[in-house]
């Protein structure tokens, strides 16, 4: 290769890689393909019309894409699609969308007027934004929207729905009382037996009231305070059932002396 052949493959290079970065090389391509397409549909109506072959070029989507075309939320779909590329001004696309759908070259105008027609929806009152674009930002409303109610909803249902941690101490602290030997509730009248097994007097009585209703009547406790309170319960019941059982053996012991003595 000579020197020439080189500078001129060297200036190719610099010349295509300079439209590619500038985008000139991508129009160029999608305006041929474009025109390429459009002499094909051009070929086809006529092919189609003369001969009754079908067409070479039109309808080449899928089957699923061919029958949500032919339905009615489909048609509206391509027309709102067509209305973005001609909003964008993407006509080459536009060109080439068309014939491969096989839709009409201004169907998509048609069904746009329909639309709007039917449902009241201005189509010119927001030229700064597609209508595809407007359709996706109700529905992300939409959901939003629906979002919050659902929180909301479980926002108060787990207010309304926790018992209060008073409600749910001071059934554990009742029966306590009642189960250990405790001090019965305020206002019921206390046996003698348990009466006559109290050591101390009216004052260790006075102070088990004072310790029962300073139990007792408070909701909020701190947990420590309880335990304790309860240790202090239990420490007492302890020595009254160790004084009881002195006593009973004590007695005991008598009973067997006067029935020896009797013997004898």
Known sequence: MDDYTREMMDLKTLVTRTLEKKGVLARIRAELRASVFEAIEEEDHVIEKEQALPPALLGSCNDRAKQLHASPPGRLLSAMICEYLDWAQLSHTLKV????????????????????AK????????????????????????????????????????EADPLPNSESRNPRRHSSSSVAGGLPPLGRAVPSSQASDRRGGSSM??????????????????????????????????????????SWRHAGDGINEDDGRDHV
């Open 97 to 116: 969308y068309l014939p491969e759908c096989n839709l009409e070259k201004d169907f998509w105008k048609t069904e746009l007027k329909e639309f709007s």
């Open 119 to 158: 449902n009241g929806y201005d189509l010119n009152r927001n030229r700064d934004s597609p209508l595809l674009l407007d359709v996706l930002e109700g529905f992300l409303k939409l959901e939003n929207l629906s979002q919050a109610r659902a929180s909301g909803r479980r926002f108060t249902t787990s």
């Open 205 to 246: 009585s006075a102070y088990r009231k004072d310790d029962y209703n300073w139990r007792y009547d408070r909701d909020e406790l701190p947990e420590d305070i309880i335990q304790a309170s309860s240790a202090l319960e239990n420490l007492q019941l302890d020595r009254k059932a160790r004084n009881l059982t002195s």
